[in-house]
């Protein structure tokens, strides 16, 4: 029997290209373009940190709750699932203080709601994204 890493390492790269903007890269994925939003003097229709962060949390409950139906044997067809982030002034600084993700399900004939509910309250009680929330932040800056 194989054991798992009990910790991963996710290593991402952010350039600045101009203007209020950048490009985040990852190895062996499609480079994001990625600027500072529209609300706070930035570009309209380029994703922001603020979008990646309430996105992580919505593709975090899909992926843990596809991880969990999967194992449950949950039939259904479709998952969509929008999610909105509140962002506002508290304490002299801005910080999200509440996501609000709302997921569409369509099962399959014969599926019970209850069991698809369940489900999906267990992968957001799971969901390590929004379990890590509050995770620590520290900088190791090089200045040339």
Not at 77 to 87: C, F, I, R
Request: charge should be negative; charged fraction near 30%; glycine fraction near 6%.
């Amino acid at each position: 029997m194989a054991i798992r890493a009990k910790s991963y390492r996710y290593t991402i790269s952010v350039r600045w290209t101009g203007e209020k903007k950048g490009a985040l890269t990852a190895d062996g994925k499609p480079p994001v373009e990625v600027a500072t939003p529209p609300e706070f003097k930035g570009h309209e229709g380029i994703w922001s940190p603020e979008d990646l962060y309430v996105a992580s949390v919505n593709a975090c409950i899909m992926s843990t709750f596809l991880a969990f139906a999967g194992r449950a044997g949950l039939a259904f067809e479709e998952y969509e699932s929008e999610a909105e982030g509140l962002l506002e002034f508290v304490d002299d600084r801005f910080v999200f203080t509440k996501i609000v993700v709302r997921p569409r399900i369509v099962l399959r004939p014969g599926e019970e709601r209850a069991k698809a509910e369940e489900i999906l309250h267990k992968a957001e009680r799971n969901c390590l994204v929004s379990n890590s929330i509050r995770t620590e932040v520290a900088l190791e800056p090089t200045i040339v």
